[in-house]
T-cell receptor
């Protein structure tokens, strides 16, 4: 069964550094999402992406965050200048057109030191 | 008040027991998801439903749109069912298809 894959599985970065989290969505899917889960808390929506542009973003997704689909297969989340509070599990998801479920990757655990 | 409330927060059962996890939501929705999160953190989609009932193996999910309530049932529970079960809704009110998540229910099934 096709899967959403995320790399790396764990990223450790110094505060203030830029980080790029990578996702390869399921190949025929059209809608892409990033979510995050701070340890011990619920999963929160960050951003959705369709037709090469952001379709919706949450208040968490400020100017430090950006998303890109650079080559038609990868979907990336960039955090420009990381803060301690960016430490979390970041999940990528994708779905097909129509009333279809979102499929999640295994997540990237981001640790900011 | 959270848009999505789950109960119970924690549930411990003996192998073989019938388990019910509840989800209530306060907004109009176009779909509700039940998800499973294992200790490693990965999330697996179990069901997406917008009406009625769905069954997959020992798992059954029901939804009552009028009452804004859904339940996830596990029959003949097994220790491998131990995980966090999360309810998430897709609101009618947002332009996109973002999901809003509940806090999750930690299920432990003892042998």
């Amino acid at each position: 069964e096709p899967e959403v894959t995320q790399t790396p599985s764990h990223q450790v970065t110094q505060m203030g550094q830029e980080v790029i989290l990578r996702c390869v969505p399921i190949s025929n899917h059209l809608y892409f999402y990033w979510y995050r889960q701070i340890l011990g808390q619920k999963v929160e929506f960050l951003v959705s992406f369709y037709n090469n542009e952001i379709s919706e973003k949450s208040e968490i997704f400020d100017d430090q965050f950006s998303v890109e689909r650079p080559d038609g297969s990868n979907f990336t989340l960039k955090i420009r200048s990381t803060k301690l509070e960016d430490s979390a599990m970041y999940f990528c998801a994708s779905r097909d057109r129509g009333n279809q479920p979102q499929h999640f990757g295994d997540g990237t655990r981001l640790s900011i030191l | 008040k959270n848009e999505v409330e789950q109960s119970p927060q924690n549930l411990t059962a003996q192998e073989g027991e019938f388990i019910t996890i509840n989800c209530s939501y306060s907004v109009g929705i176009s779909a509700l998801h039940w998800l499973q999160q294992h200790p490693g953190g990965g999330i697996v989609s179990l069901f997406m439903l917008s009406s009625g009932k769905k069954k997959h193996g020992r798992l059954i999910a029901t939804i009552n749109i009028q009452e804004k309530h859904s339940s996830l049932h596990i029959t003949a529970s097994h220790p491998r069912d131990s995980a966090v079960y999360i309810c998430a809704v897709r609101s009618e009110e947002t332009s996109g298809s973002r999901l809003t998540f509940g806090e999750g229910t930690q299920l432990t099934v003892n042998p």
